[in-house]
């Protein structure tokens, strides 16, 4: 059963072809998951990073949409305009208020809701699918629906408060309580979507667990800080950062509710950025407010993703 | 997992970046995409044959009652002759329309006929969006009443024609004047007003039910008041903001003074809002005189259960008033064939058989020469007189200031006359600013 000197040769050859089979193999290899992934990226590229680049590119010109062919470089002077510019300023704190304000309320809210709620019994039920309804409203409704709640004359709530004894208050009309009206309505609008992801995220937690903290006659309010609170952590997590960048955003209460005003109280990024961009065409001033906020919300998504590293508790 | 970490970091901050670019643009698309396949339907069809006819698209920002009112006229143009089928469209107040406008022509799905603010047709004409109007007028351009002409040129050129045009008016509650032994015809100075005001006014405990009078605090009212008091807007060269002066200040001076008498009514809301609230307390009988457009007329009329009366905004040192609402022009972008198909429609909006009919309508200005002394109009002021104030008041009127910039600047004038009027600044204080702001917005 000696190998003859064809058959050896043969096998050489055969060797040859595998070893060029396996180079080819190796670069198809490579390649052949970029093939896969062409369309999703070239999606990607399209309508994601080439607007965002494109954006960025915009924001170091003077340019509007009067007359784009007028459209002119001036380097950095976009940027310095609105860092100087006083009303910017105003801009970005009435966005970060109203951010935190939001966030944090409906999130506490929630959460104390979606202990509440979390049970078995219909009525829970009902009451889940009430809290929730206002997430399916569209929020130009919603906004006109608070309007007229908040009218300071013919309001339904100035009524309540009149019928009670208590003084009118002044919603939409005054500087002062402009933004807190517009934070009301957010929340009212976000609180229900918010309780249903925690009721979720509630009932995934092992019940073995409660009972072996029960089994240790573990309180009540111990449970909650070292068990639920943890267990919890994704779900807050994942909340947080859908929330602060919704918020972040804030676009249709401000246009239909109050243009921005009294005296800019209500002004945030993305309606500056409309009205300075579609308003008083300074397309420029637009971008670079956009590129602004691009970068605040990539500062926030970057901390909570270091933080989250270090704190949330994946299973 | 870091890279992938890394990915969903990545993914998330740039669809937050889009959706807030985009998230601007999106709500214009719908309106515009639609009109554009059929203008080119249009267009191919005209080369074929030429008895097709020509389709032209016109976009116009009234809604209500006098919105149905264009839709009729529209109507009746495209039954009344067999070349051009006008396509018109809703597209919201008149700053949204000059939005959507704007990133149609961007987009290259332009209307060929639109309403524009007037204040706003310096800065489209200016950006060379507008088609020059004088060849196809050729002369005809002076049936039209002189005093609305003014914000219809353009460094010497024709761009807009008159169409929806208006004054601000004192509409009066005539009964509740006669209630208080007041003259029915209304206040005729601003001293008058002031006390006229503050008899009408009534107190329920600490609470007020009937303010004498109310006005939003808009630039429109503003400029009015400071035309009244002698002074002007911007320079002549449109190079400097001169509201910083005595006639500048006496408007503000005025209102804080009523609102601290507790005699006006500030209404709350912001922009079109507040006029909203001025009409509907109003009609509500809670104040008794308010500062609106000529344009509500008709509306009021219809709607009040009680006699409403207009009058001419008070004088200070005099009469006056800035005219506004919107000319119609048309779009440079647009085919030749269309333009012209454009110029007709505007002619015969705009002509004497028409105007009358919309004013009739609406409450808004007839804006031909030929319409004041028409019998039909005729008839209508006689019927109710109402309808030939803004008219008559025209005498004292004035073009609105339209410099490009002066969108921009207007928003910045009320936002500080807004702090006056909430109490934040004074009124030395909040001049000074609007006039340091003003510096660089004229300078464009």
């Known amino acids: 059963m000696q190998p003859t000197m064809g058959t050896q040769q043969s096998s050489l050859v055969k060797e040859k072809v595998t070893m060029k089979?396996?180079?080819?193999?190796?670069?198809?290899?490579?390649?052949?998951?970029?093939?896969?992934?062409?369309?999703?990226?070239?999606?990607?590229?399209?309508f994601f990073f080439f607007p965002i680049g494109y954006m960025i590119y915009l924001s170091f010109h003077d340019w509007s949409l009067l007359d784009l062919s007028a459209m002119e470089w001036v380097g950095l002077a976009n940027f310095q305009e609105i860092m100087l510019d006083s009303d910017f300023h105003l801009v970005?704190?009435?966005?970060?208020?109203?951010?935190?304000?939001?966030?944090?309320?409906?999130?506490?809210?929630?959460?104390?809701?979606?202990?509440?709620?979390?049970?078995?019994?219909k009525i829970y039920g009902i009451m889940q699918a009430a809290v929730f309804s206002p997430h399916i409203i569209s929020l130009v409704s919603v906004s006109m629906l608070w309007m007229w709640l908040m009218d300071p004359q013919y309001g339904l709530l100035n009524a309540i408060l009149e019928f009670f004894g208590f003084p009118a208050y002044t919603w939409l009309a005054d500087t002062s309580s402009a933004l807190l009206s517009l934070i009301l309505v957010s929340v009212w609008k976000g609180v229900g979507y918010n309780t249903i992801v925690f009721i979720a995220g509630l009932q995934s937690i092992p019940k073995d667990i409660y009972e072996a903290a029960s089994l240790d006659r573990a309180g009540k309010l111990r449970t909650l800080a070292k068990i639920t609170l943890p267990m919890l952590s994704p779900t807050l997590f994942f909340l947080t950062i859908i929330n602060l960048i919704s918020s972040f955003q804030v676009f249709d209460t401000i246009y239909i509710m109050t243009q921005g005003g009294p005296v800019n109280s209500t002004n945030m990024l993305v309606f500056y950025i409309y009205e300075q961009g579609m308003d008083f065409y300074n397309g420029g001033i637009a971008s670079a407010a956009s590129v602004v906020l691009l970068g605040l919300i990539g500062v926030m998504t970057f901390l909570h993703f270091w933080f989250a590293e270090r704190r949330v508790h994946y299973r | 997992m870091?890279?992938?970490?890394?990915?969903?970091?990545?993914?998330?901050?740039?669809?937050?970046?889009?959706?807030?670019?985009?998230?601007?643009?999106?709500?214009?698309?719908?309106?515009?995409?639609?009109?554009?396949?059929t203008d080119a339907g249009a267009s191919a069809e005209v080369k074929q044959s030429s008895n097709a006819p020509v389709?032209?698209?016109f976009w116009y920002s009234v809604g209500g009652a006098n919105g149905e009112m264009i839709e009729k006229l529209v109507k009746e143009y495209n039954e009344s002759q067999k070349n051009i089928v006008v396509k018109p469209a809703y597209q919201g107040n008149y700053y949204e329309n000059h939005t959507k406008v704007l990133s149609s022509v961007t987009a290259g799905n332009q209307p060929d006929v639109t309403m524009v603010e007037i204040a706003s047709v310096g800065a489209f004409a200016d950006a060379k969006v507008l088609e020059d109007l004088g060849s196809y007028a050729a002369g005809s351009e002076k049936k039209y009443i002189e005093g609305l002409m003014g914000n219809s040129y353009w460094e010497d050129k024709l761009y807009a024609i008159p169409f929806n045009r208006s004054t601000p008016l004192l509409y009066i509650n005539r009964d509740m004047l006669k209630a208080a032994g007041l003259d029915p015809n209304g206040p005729k100075t601003w001293d008058e007003m002031?006390?006229?005001a503050e008899k009408m006014t009534k107190k329920d405990g600490g609470k007020t039910s009937v303010f004498g009078y109310s006005s939003p605090i808009d630039i429109w009212f503003y400029e009015a008041m400071v035309f009244q008091s002698g002074g002007e807007i911007l320079s002549d060269d449109g190079k400097k903001l001169m509201i910083n002066s005595e006639a500048g200040k006496a408007p503000l001076q005025y209102w804080t003074d009523m609102m601290k008498e507790g005699t006006m009514k500030a209404p709350p809301g912001e922009k079109y809002n507040a006029w909203d609230v001025a009409s509907q307390d109003f009609l509500n009988q809670q104040v008794a005189m308010i500062f609106t457009t000529t344009g509500e007329l008709k509306n009021m009329r219809e709607k009040a259960k009680f006699d409403v009366g207009t009058a001419f905004l008070p004088a200070n040192k005099s009469y006056g008033t800035p005219t506004g609402g919107a000319n119609l022009v048309v779009l440079k972008k647009s085919p030749e064939e269309e333009k012209k198909a454009a110029f007709d429609f505007i002619s015969w909006m705009t002509d004497t058989a028409?105007?009358?009919?919309?004013?009739a309508a609406t409450g808004y200005m007839p804006v031909t020469n030929d319409a004041l002394e028409a019998a039909e109009m005729k008839a209508v002021f006689d019927k109710?007189?109402?309808?030939?104030?803004?008219?008559?008041?025209?005498?004292?009127?004035?073009?609105?200031?339209?410099?490009?910039?002066?969108?921009?600047?207007?928003?910045?004038?009320?936002?500080?006359?807004?702090?006056?009027?909430?109490g934040q600044s004074?009124?030395?204080?909040?001049?000074?600013?609007?006039?340091?702001?003003?510096?660089?917005?004229?300078?464009?």
């Open chain 2, 55 to 57: 389709q032209i698209d």
């Open chain 2, 426 to 444: 004074t009124i030395d204080d909040a001049l000074k600013q609007a006039e340091t702001k003003s510096e660089k917005l004229l300078k464009k």
């Open chain 2, 194 to 196: 002031r006390s006229f």
């Open chain 1, 92 to 121: 970005v704190i009435n966005t970060i208020i109203y951010t935190f304000g939001t966030v944090a309320i409906s999130l506490v809210l929630s959460f104390f809701l979606a202990l509440w709620l979390n049970r078995q019994a």
């Open chain 2, 2 to 37: 870091r890279k992938q970490k890394l990915g969903v970091f990545l993914g998330t901050i740039g669809l937050a970046a889009v959706t807030g670019i985009t998230g601007c643009a999106s709500s214009n698309q719908a309106a515009p995409s639609e009109p554009a396949t």
């Open chain 1, 21 to 46: 089979k396996r180079s080819l193999s190796r670069w198809t290899e490579t390649v052949r998951p970029y093939a896969y992934i062409m369309p999703a990226l070239l999606f990607f590229c399209l």
């Open chain 2, 384 to 422: 109710d007189p109402n309808f030939k104030v803004a008219v008559d008041q025209l005498q004292y009127g004035k073009p609105r200031p339209m410099v490009p910039g002066y969108k921009e600047l207007q928003e910045v004038i009320m936002t500080e006359i807004q702090k006056v009027v909430l």
């Open chain 2, 354 to 359: 028409q105007t009358t009919r919309w004013s």
